[in-house]
């Protein structure tokens, strides 16, 4: 339920930043917006309490973000907090970015290694993954797994690509099982 709500509004404040032509701008505030309430977790709590009336949460609202983002975001979050939303709010707004990247034709990546990346491997995987893929630019983001042995496991979106020396070995593991001893 949580998904559907994320998706239906998130799609409708990215259907409003297009109609309005305001994507990179609507992006930008979001993405302060975020920062905001990640600092600020009072807040949430405040805007998410039942006892509190929504006229009251409304007026916050409007007094702390007037001025500092667009009417139209501004409208945009007081209608989810009239609707009762407000605790979907971090699901809405990453539903958004992940839209405006699609939109923009920026891929998001996650490596996995073994061992840490040098920048110029990390520049090296990021140009092979623009050559092989549709997108125009790559947000990268890097880990580290030591029990994965050696390689990497690269994912984008649903699509997994798992070269690790951890994997290799338990396909091995799997096809020595199969064959039986005479």
């Known amino acids: 339920m949580a998904k559907l709500v994320s ?3 998130g799609e409708a404040l990215f259907e ?3 109609e309005e032509n305001q994507v990179d701008v609507f992006m930008e505030e979001i993405t302060q917006l975020q920062d905001i309430f990640a600092q600020n977790k009072e ?4 805007m998410n309490h039942p006892k509190i009336l929504k006229e009251e949460k409304i007026q916050v609202l409007q007094n702390v973000l007037k001025g500092r983002i667009s009417d139209e975001l501004t409208g945009f979050l007081t209608l989810i907090v009239t609707k009762d939303r407000y605790g ?7 539903y958004f970015l992940t839209e405006v990247k699609r939109y923009k034709g920026i891929g998001i990546a996650y490596v996995t290694t073994a061992a840490p990346l040098r920048e110029e491997q990390k520049a090296q995987v990021e140009q092979k993954l ?3 893929t549709s997108f125009k630019k790559m947000e990268m983001h890097y880990d580290v797994d030591e029990s994965l042995i ?3 496991v690269i ?3 649903d699509r997994v690509v798992d070269s690790s020396i951890k994997t290799r ?3 091995l593991t799997r096809q020595l099982m199969k064959i039986q001893l005479s």
């Open 16 to 18: 409003l930043a297009v």
């Open 7 to 9: 998706k239906t509004y």
């Open 169 to 171: 070995l338990n396909e």
């Open 155 to 157: 994912r984008i979106g």
């Open 88 to 94: 979907e709010i971090d699901g809405i707004l990453d």
């Open 130 to 132: 623009l050559q092989t």
């Open 150 to 152: 050696g390689g990497m």
């Open 43 to 46: 807040f949430g709590k405040l």
